[in-house]
């Protein structure tokens, strides 16, 4: 008698309950006040998590295929639970080289489902970024978002070129983008500019330290801040000192 193939959506409700019944009510909690912000949780530990994602990345692959694998993530990333979005991108991490623009569609089109810095940067820095510094032509899809009201979108533009500047790519786009996104008071896009301008020193300090001194004028503290965390104390000193006149 032959067994019935799964769909990835009754796949999808097998892990589901797995998350479910393996979670920590106490974790949660933490979680909740780590993060600030309204989120559901089971309580997982992250690295826990990542080796049970291992496992069923292997099984699922195995027997139904990449494809399968990738839709069952996106049923997993359509969910209301932290850990179930971080499982998402834990299925397909590592794997963006095989991966081709239908999937970078269809990760960006998670964006409008985050609810919490966790699951955006979980999605932006290990599926998107990745496959930004793959192909350049994405880029053109960045500075949509930081045109974009919402904030995710907006903090997905600076946090998909991370991965990028790690290896001395976009530095135009960089400040491209940073002057889009200067003037923007919320903390989460500023924290995630401040991010992608310390990955910038940090790989190409030459170039950095003068773009941070002409813009030091301008950009929010947070900014500034954030990006000169790892420069020598003398260099970040004069970064951020205020310029004379104030």
Not at 5 to 28: N, V, Y
Not at 98 to 120: C, T, V, Y
Not at 142 to 160: E, G, L, Q, T, Y
């Amino acid at each position: 008698m032959s067994t019935r193939r799964p769909s990835p959506a009754t796949i999808a409700a097998e892990i589901r309950q797995f998350l479910k019944d393996g979670g920590s009510s106490k974790h949660a909690s933490g979680m909740q006040w780590f993060l600030k912000e309204e989120i559901k949780s089971h309580g997982w530990y992250t690295a826990k998590l990542r080796s049970a994602a291992v496992q069923f990345r292997r099984r699922i692959r195995k027997e139904f295929g990449l494809d399968f694998l990738v839709n069952v993530a996106n049923k997993l990333f359509a969910g209301q639970v932290l850990e179930e979005k971080i499982f998402a991108v834990f299925l397909l991490e590592k794997l963006t080289d095989e991966l081709g623009d239908a999937e970078f569609r269809l990760f960006e089109s998670w964006l409008p489902r985050i609810s919490s810095w966790a699951d955006h940067d979980g999605l932006v820095h290990y599926l998107i970024a990745p496959m930004v510094a793959a192909k350049l032509g994405r880029t053109a899809r960045v500075f949509r978002w930081a045109k974009s009201p919402d904030r995710w979108h907006r903090r997905a533009a600076s946090v998909s070129l991370i991965r990028g500047t790690r290896r001395k790519l976009f530095f135009a786009e960089i400040k491209r983008l940073s002057n889009m996104l200067l003037s923007d008071e919320d903390d989460m896009v500023q924290k995630g500019l401040g991010w992608l301008l310390r990955e910038t020193a940090k790989a190409d300090a030459k170039r950095a330290v003068p773009y941070l001194m002409s813009i030091r004028e301008r950009a929010p503290r947070l900014v500034l801040r954030t990006a000169c965390e790892t420069l020598p104390v003398d260099v970040r000193k004069t970064i951020i000192a205020k310029p004379s006149g104030f």
